[in-house]
């Protein structure tokens, strides 16, 4: 057996969270990988502390925000209550927010934007905090969303790494709500390798497992784990 970072669901497991760490375990099986491979980054926006302790006591130690005050707002209690998680930005970071950023998260899933690269570059230089960066690809170039267009992305990681200093991890994707989300991982993970980054931060609840198969290795899961959020969040 691979060592694992998430213990094995319990017959005190959330529900959710089992049924999601089974159908990890069998995309892993299915792809050839091992689990450990795969970071589920539990995404817990919009819901308080009273429904995540019972995921942190399951196991799961890596949760995603998308939103930096929702984040200020109720993850230090938590932090403090139990050492050891791990925090990751998933969301839209404006370089107004990025002092707050880099002190909070573990690792970042949205960088897209010079401004905000100079921002992150200063705040990582002045606190000592190196986070995990990833950049965003806007896979489906919707005029709405965030992420670089990829037919940018080269020259834009190059400048990440040539201007601004990053060491940047991966990329990240969000596909079209409307569109079967394989091609957009699987242009991620092309960009990503010729680019020479290790890292693909993509699959949600309803597509983690062929994220997994296109070489996911960072899932960002909600309401599979904690249910579903209330239309207006
Ligand atoms: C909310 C969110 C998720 C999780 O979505 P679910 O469909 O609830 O799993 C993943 N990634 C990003 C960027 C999100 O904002």
Redesign the pocket.
Known sequence: MTSENVSPPTASSPDGLAAVEREIARACKDAGRTRSSVTL?A?S?TFGAEAIAPVIAAGQRVF?E?RVQEARAKWPGLMTAYPGLSLHL??PLQSNKAKEAVALFDAI??VDRPSVCQALAKEIAAQERRPQLFVQINTGEEPQKAGVAPGDADAFIASCREIYGLTISGL?C?PPVDEAAAPHFALTAKIAARNGLANLSMG???D?ATAIQFGATHI???????GH?SPAA
């Open positions: 980054v995404v926006k995603g998308n998933i969301g899933h949205s990240m969000i949600m609840s309803a983690f960002r899961v909600g309401s599979a784990i904690f959020r």
